[in-house]
């Protein structure tokens, strides 16, 4: 159908090897609690979560341990019945240290989890948004982006179409390939919720060709009152992105420096929808979530139910890795970050965990040339942006121009350049130095 309309796909974007095969087949298993969980109180962005709890308290598994510090912040919850050990730092991702909840799960501790005030599908738009911030929900895609923060139309806008973002484009990730597989019932349920907050009259899941199973099987189940379906996508790197997704779906385009609901449309990730229906209807929050952990040092590769704090150390040596293990990313190798340290935790936004030995990261260490101006990287690039000659001003400091004369700040970092790049200039890693330069030099 979408074909037929000129539709299923976004223009340029690249086909790197998808890498799935290891863990798309393979059902979801759940990770033992580590002896000492450590929950990072800024696992969104905006503001970091406040604690309620202090050391030595008891806490039962699913229990509000910190409450969201304003509107664009969302509220954490205890991963498992334990003690709270300290209040302490930990790094992130980001290279940072950030606030964290150390809690000590007590021996024995159950999968029991606490319930809540129950949220019907049929409640108030403000009541829904009001229990998706309560129940900790963030893009559980990698955004991190509150998810309750973008349901409400902006003043004067309106939503016409919900997106289910089900593309997982990212090399190696089938954390959502697998939720479409097991957890059916709870993405309609999402779905309910979702579609009553937004005030959508309709819902688009949209699926990559190479997950027709998941597709069939959506398809298979919708219930006949919902307005939603099923669209097949081909596959292309970065359709994920919202606004590639929106343009295969929809045939709209964002504007430059605008958002989805400029075009009425709203992308919520599938894993994310399948949490809210999972979660709401209990009154429940997010104490744990599917990740893929996979790569070439991996030995058991699959897709794990892990709690969220959960050391990386402690999930590496779960499932075991070769003694070569080199390199480990968070996310995917494309848009996903290298792990600075093992004592990272798993957070809301960990979709995989890819694990590479000495060869496969030497691969990657080739010394950069200058640039041929081979246009490659203008075809890839889905933002229309001018990669090589921002490369080329990043390299010489020209931060400012970048910004205001070749839409820096578009770039959203999805690999696309480097990756086609026979130069292997480290394109993306520029962009962010660049942008990072731009932001401290605006902060007042
Ligand atoms: S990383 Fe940025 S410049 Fe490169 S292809 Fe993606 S959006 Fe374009
Ligand atoms: S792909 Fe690399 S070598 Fe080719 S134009 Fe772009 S930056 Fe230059």
């Known amino acids: 159908m979408l074909r037929w309309l000129g539709l299923g796909s976004f223009r340029h974007g690249v086909h790197p090897p998808d890498a799935k095969d290891a863990t798309r087949d393979l059902p979801i298993r759940r990770l033992p609690f580590a002896p000492l969980l450590v929950v990072p109180l800024a696992q969104h962005l905006g503001r970091p979560s406040i604690p309620l709890v202090r050391e030595g308290q008891e806490v039962a598994r699913g229990e509000c341990i910190a409450r969201p510090d304003g509107f664009l912040s969302v509220a954490m919850h205890a991963p498992a019945s334990g003690v709270v050990k300290e209040l302490g730092l930990v790094p992130s991702i980001a290279g940072r240290m950030v606030s964290a909840v150390y809690l000590e799960p007590l021996p024995g501790s159950t999968q029991e989890v606490v319930e809540g005030t129950p949220c019907p599908p049929d409640a108030e738009p403000e009541q829904i948004v009001r229990a998706i911030q309560e129940a900790g929900v963030v893009g559980l895609g990698g955004a991190g ?4 923060a973008k349901l409400r139309p902006p003043e004067g806008g309106f939503f016409d179409t919900l997106i ?4 997982e484009c990212e090399p190696y990730l089938t954390t959502d390939h697998r939720v479409m597989l097991e957890q059916r019932e709870d993405v309609f349920a999402g779905l309910r919720y979702l579609l009553a907050a937004t005030g959508a009259q ?7 060709e190479n997950k027709p199973d ?30 590639m997704l929106i343009e295969a779906l929809l045939g709209r ?13 709203l992308c919520v990730n599938v894993a994310t929808t399948a949490e809210i229906g999972r979660l709401l209807p209990h009154g429940r ?47 995917g190798p494309m848009m996903g970050s290298a792990a600075s340290s093992l004592d990272i935790p798993i957070t809301k936004g960990t979709s995989g965990v890819v694990a590479f030995g000495e060869r496969e990261s030497a691969a990657t260490h080739v010394a950069p040339h200058p640039c041929i101006r081979c246009g490659y990287c203008v075809n890839a690039c889905p933002m ?47 962009f962010r130095v660049a942008k990072t330069a731009l932001r401290k030099a605006k902060a007042p």
């Open 384 to 430: 229309f942006l001018d990669p090589s000659q921002l490369g080329l001003l990043a390299a010489i400091e020209r931060y400012q121009e970048m910004a205001e004369r070749h839409h820096l700040m578009d770039c959203f970092e999805c690999g696309a350049c480097a990756f086609v790049c026979p130069s292997h200039i480290p394109l993306v890693q520029r």
């Open 202 to 208: 309709r819902a688009i899941v949209g699926v990559e």
């Open 145 to 148: 982006f509150p998810t309750h």
């Open 164 to 167: 289910v973002n089900g593309v």
């Open 285 to 331: 929050g997010i104490q744990e979530r599917v990740v893929t952990v996979t790569g070439p040092a991996v030995r058991h590769k699959g897709n794990y139910r892990v709690p969220i704090g959960t050391p990386l150390r402690f999930l590496l040596e779960a499932v075991g890795v070769e003694d070569d293990l080199s390199r480990v990313f968070l996310g």
């Open 253 to 265: 385009q964002v504007p430059s420096g605008g958002l989805p609901a400029d075009v009425h449309a």
């Open 214 to 243: 998941a597709a069939a099987h959506l398809r298979a189940g919708l219930p006949e009152d919902l307005p939603a379906s099923v669209e097949v996508l081909q596959v292309k790197y970065p359709q994920g992105a919202e606004k």
